[in-house]
């Protein structure tokens, strides 16, 4: 166990669903990331946020919709998914600023199934 | 921006043996952080190993290390003594030095799977 959590492990929902993916850290770090890993490509950084702002969205679908409510939690909203969005959901947390240069802790991710 | 190539998908090693995984970079900065992350099924990203780029010494953490020539912008992994529980998906990532700037963002390469064999 690395300090952060995510839930559910694995979840399968259908494209007109809406579901939550949850992240959690206890490590005292106050920027928290959403990567998503496909197969075959390179893991994309999906938002960025530090003392709960976001600072970084990249370029991602209104479908996903994140919420960080303190520095320690982290939640993707999903709605209305395509079948490509199934991917390994990965939640990263880091110190801010030079802190991140030390790298930063994963969680084990969600595995997202849309059918 | 900065790039991160991994030009090995997959690689395998025979139990014992030492095997060398390749990351070569691109970026203008001078300082800046490398990292390896180790990947096992379970999904989970493994911090392996840090490099300090404005530090000349390779970064070493007991049967891994690295070879960091900054001036080629290469930064390859060796494993030695290869255990079967190195058996992983092996990524090489890069991330800015925040003082001069730039977000606190974390890039990463494409991956090496690296099977240990018997």
């Known amino acids: 166990e690395t300090g952060v959590t995510q839930t559910p492990r694995h979840l399968v929902m259908g494209m007109t669903n809406k579901k939550s993916l949850k992240c959690e850290q206890h490590l005292g770090h106050n920027a928290m990331y959403w990567y998503k890993q496909s197969a075959k490509k390179p893991l994309e950084l999906m938002f960025v946020y530090n003392f709960k702002e976001q600072t970084e969205n990249n370029s991602v679908p209104s479908r996903f919709s994140p919420e960080c409510p303190n520095s320690s939690h982290l939640f993707l909203h999903l709605h209305t998914l395509q079948p490509e969005d199934s991917a390994l959901y990965l939640c990263?947390?880091?110190?801010?600023?030079?802190?991140?240069?030390?790298?930063?802790?994963f969680g084990s991710g969600t595995r997202l199934t849309v059918v | 921006a900065q790039t991160v190539t991994q030009s090995q998908p997959e690689m395998s090693v025979q139990e014992a043996e030492t095997v060398t995984l390749s990351c070569t970079y691109d970026t203008s900065e001078s300082n800046y952080y490398l990292f390896w992350y180790k990947q096992p099924p379970s999904g989970q990203m493994i911090l392996v190993i840090r490099?300090?780029?404005?530090?000349?010494q390779n970064a070493t953490e007991n049967r891994f290390s690295v070879n960091f020539q900054k001036a080629a912008k290469s930064f390859s992994l060796k494993i030695s003594d290869s255990q079967l529980g190195d058996t992983a998906m092996y990524f090489c990532?890069?991330?800015?030095?925040?003082?001069?700037?730039?977000?606190?963002?974390?890039?990463f390469g494409t991956g090496t799977q690296l099977k240990v064999e018997l």
């Open positions: 990263a947390s880091s110190q801010h600023t030079q802190g991140a240069t030390y790298g930063y802790t």
């Open positions: 490099q300090e780029a404005y530090k000349q």
């Open positions: 990532a890069f991330i800015h030095d925040l003082i001069t700037g730039g977000g606190n963002k974390l890039t």
